[in-house]
């Protein structure tokens, strides 16, 4: 486990300062699996406003994070490098890539899912920061709404749309 842990964790934390840029309108290939067959217009990116952070750095420390809903133990020993190198770099929020809840998303903002996949297994203080929040296709077989929803439960779940843009301020900069 220590071995695979040690090729898994690098290429699931990435600690970076980045820029992104979001466009109007885009197409959205669905997939599942290996089998990718369609391709779908989505509606405009709504803008939304992330929160501020405050004037403790020139940079914006982010931690991306992609597939963790599994509820497998390697989710929990992932979660622990995530909190070791947050105690170190101290991010400003953690932006997931999407396939937050597998299989099949969540039902409904009070799905247990919420707890036994996010809440608890990041529970380290370090780790306390807003997730700003992509959907995937495993969340799509399930209520997104629901996850749109959660972020009023949860404030550190950011999650305003199912498609948005969002910037993001630490100090005197800004990714947007």
């Known amino acids: 486990m220590r071995r695979s842990l040690a090729i898994v964790a690098p290429l699931l934390l990435l600690t970076a300062c980045i820029e992104w840029r979001a466009v109007g309108f885009y197409s959205r290939a669905l997939l599942d699996g290996e089998n990718s067959t ?25 931690f991306v994070l992609g597939d963790w809903g599994s509820g497998l133990p390697i989710q929990r020993a992932v979660a622990r490098a ?49 997730w700003i ?6 969340d799509h077989r399930g209520n997104i709404a629901a996850q749109i929803a959660y972020s009023a439960k949860n404030t550190r779940w950011f999650l305003p749309a199912p498609y948005y843009a969002t910037i993001i301020k630490a100090g005197t900069t800004t990714v947007s």
């Open 38 to 62: 369609t391709t779908e217009n989505t509606p405009p990116i709504m803008p939304s406003q992330c929160p501020s952070f405050g004037a403790d750095s020139t940079i914006v420390r982010l």
């Open 82 to 130: 995530m909190a070791q190198r947050a105690r170190i770099e101290h991010p400003h929020a953690v932006i997931t890539t999407g396939d937050n809840f597998y299989p099949s998303g969540v039902d409904s903002p009070d799905d247990p899912l919420f707890y036994q996949r996010w809440e608890s297994v990041y529970a380290d203080s370090s780790l306390q920061v807003p």
């Open 133 to 138: 929040i992509a959907l995937g296709n495993h």
